[in-house]
């Protein structure tokens, strides 16, 4: 056995009738160091039936992870000489998967400012109002290995000045247009609104109506990116497969792979390069891709019956919009008179790329309910 090792060591896997030699991918191996610090100042003041309240704060976000889910490699036998335990003795790989470390390094800024005021406007009404200006900063990618992908350069053949050899369409940090080292831009009007009122229609003290409305925007997890670095030139994916005895042997198995074994890599964002292999597959950034908003509204009403009956109804309404979700930008083709095959990449629009999804905000979901009825 002949192959580089992130670990030095080896586990065996056996499953079945399968023989394989693997560091499990469902082993979660990797770190995450999350780093966070801040100030924020809030004030309270009473005056006559208002009660005020204001204030801000900022904040930084530092994220330190890596993942090695293919980096120990993906040795397959599956028996084309007998049974996988012969092919293993033999040296005769089916299928080999392995891939360099995946670091997640990135940072975000936070930022945000508050009023609210609760105003006693009668003796059976209260009305509570607010805003928040939240704008979203995106994460930045200390290391600069992000990207967007444009539909126009594609079709224009037009290809990155930073990374030449990277399919047409793809631009990387420092390409015009794209956004510092998060590749997505700043999202400046977050503005939230929010409503409340309390009110005693008969004056009783027995019977509350009571409505709420307002408007809230998510935060985004510093991990979303995690597979967006994952690939070419930032990491470098090997995934060989058989083709006829002595093509993937236990001893080289990197003998067919152009420039031999390419680990231990390291990314040089002094000087990318892109490797020529077909089929890579990119997980591109929306530039202006929008934090999911949430509209929420509720009206209840509380009647007191007796001193130990008591009746409430609530109704909820919630739509969350520009909810994150992936779109294949690089679908296959069906042709006519033609099996569909497991890989999109022979009959999919862009020949050089395989799966081509992009992060995008683009769904909406609703939910209403009469929420409680005692």
Known sequence: MNFYSYYGFVPVLMAGVGFNINFPTNFAVGYDRITNFGANDDVTLVRGSHQFSFGGGVSRSLLNASSYAWSQGFFVFAGIFGTPLIDFLTGNVVNLHQASPNPDNVTQNHFGLYASDTWKATRRLTVSYGVRWNPFFPMAFKQGDTYNFSL????????????????????????????????????????????????????????????????????????????????????????????????????????????????????????????????????????????????????????????????SATYVGTEIAHIWTGVDLNPAIWLPGKPVIASPSSAAQFGQCAALQANCGGRAENFRRLLELT
């Open 152 to 311: 126009s350069d594609f079709y224009n053949s037009v290809r990155s000045k930073v990374v030449p050899g990277a399919p047409p369409g793809l631009l990387y940090v420092g390409d015009a247009g794209v956004n510092g080292k998060s590749a997505m831009n700043n999202q400046w009007g977050h503005v939230e609104p929010r409503l409340g009122l309390a009110w005693d229609p008969t004056g009783s003290g027995k019977t509350a109506i009571r409505l709420g409305a307002g408007i809230a925007y998510d935060f985004i997890r510093m991990d979303i990116h995690e597979n967006t670095s994952s690939v070419a030139p930032f990491r470098i994916t090997v995934v060989q497969g058989f083709s006829g005895p002595g093509s993937l042997p236990l001893d080289n198995p990197y003998l067919n792979y152009p420039g031999g074994n390419p680990y231990p890599f390291n990314y040089n964002p002094q000087s990318p390069t892109f490797p020529t292999l077909p089929y890579q597959g990119f997980l591109p950034i929306d530039p202006n891709l929008k934090t999911s908003a949430q509209y929420s509204w509720n009206l209840g009403i509380q009647h007191q019956l007796t001193p130990s009956l008591f009746l």
